[in-house]
């Protein structure tokens, strides 16, 4: 906790952030580090899976084959949302399931199906982009930013590719 | 060969989430914004590429590819159309993940009932 935000508080409420800080349960780091390792990159494997099918039988290269793989995995991903266990799979292994892309599946399909009583247009439609929102957002502002320091100090060059 | 350095690297990048889940404790929305914005800069300064054709889909499936592709995009159009393409081109090569993250997760919506 930095002491720029340690100020706002009042002493009665310092001294309860440092009990709180104090009780709380020491996390688990590697364990939890294991198991990221673990799953991930099962999820990553499985990935490579699709990507060589989709070279083998579908006709794309290497390159283009990364965006089908993409949407299935994706597909994949919501359709174990949907009947729970993606989430049963993510208690067990923390930002192994939630770094790939299925987690940003998942986030913005739990989201979806939990928001549905709230309405199809305010729940459905907008509560879906509660954590894909803020990665969407800050992903287009850096690439408009590495784009035009492109643009200003290598006009005609290949970076990148 | 590939299906090792996929495993590996795949893994080892949703360490360094965990790692901002536990030791730096951001929350899930500010560790996904850290890792696509760090994926976007190693693709513009042209890291990435070579990264995923050393680990294949150990590079393309975690999040950080999703500031690569957004990079990707707007500098494939920077080259042909001018400084105009880097706003034309950003969601060019992510269409695939966007629109089939909002597609399913809509539909998904309508047909299942909130569990828990």
């Known amino acids: 906790m930095s002491n720029n935000k340690k100020k706002k508080l009042t002493p009665v409420q310092q001294e309860y952030k440092e009990l709180s800080d104090k009780r709380e349960p020491a996390r688990p780091v590697l364990k939890n580090c294991v198991r990221a390792f673990l799953v991930g990159g099962t999820i990553c494997l499985i990935g490579q899976a699709i990507t060589d099918m989709f070279v083998r039988w579908g006709g794309f290269d290497r390159e283009k084959a990364a965006n089908p793989t993409v949407a299935v995995l994706i597909l994949l991903s919501v359709i174990l949302t949907s009947l729970g266990i993606y989430d049963k799979i993510a208690q067990w292994a923390g930002a192994g399931t939630a770094v790939p892309v299925t987690g940003f599946a998942n986030s913005m399909a739990s989201e979806a199906i939990e928001s549905r009583s709230e309405g199809i247009v305010l729940g459905v439609g907008g509560k879906m982009f509660t954590l894909a929102g803020p990665v969407i957002v800050f992903g287009t502002v850096a690439a408009f930013v590495v784009g035009i320091l492109h643009f200003i100090f290598n006009p005609n060059g290949a970076g990148g590719h | ?116």
């Not at chain 2, 400084?83 to 966007?98: E, Q, R």
Request: net charge neutral; aromatic share 10%.
């Open chain 2, 1 to 116: 060969m590939i299906y090792l350095w996929a495993f590996v690297i795949g893994g080892a990048i949703c360490i360094i989430g965990q790692i901002c889940f536990d030791v730096i404790k951001l929350t899930p929305a500010h560790t996904m914004s850290l890792l696509v914005v760090l994926g976007a800069v190693l693709d513009g300064v042209g890291l990435y590429e070579p990264l995923i054709k050393f680990a294949g889909a150990g590079a393309t499936v975690p999040i950080t590819s999703f500031g690569n592709a957004l990079v990707h995009g707007a500098l494939e159009e920077l080259q042909k159309d001018g400084w105009i393409g880097v706003i034309t081109g950003i969601f060019k090569v992510t269409s695939a993940g966007i629109s089939a993250a909002i597609i399913f997760s809509f539909f998904a919506a309508l047909l299942v009932r909130p569990k828990g």
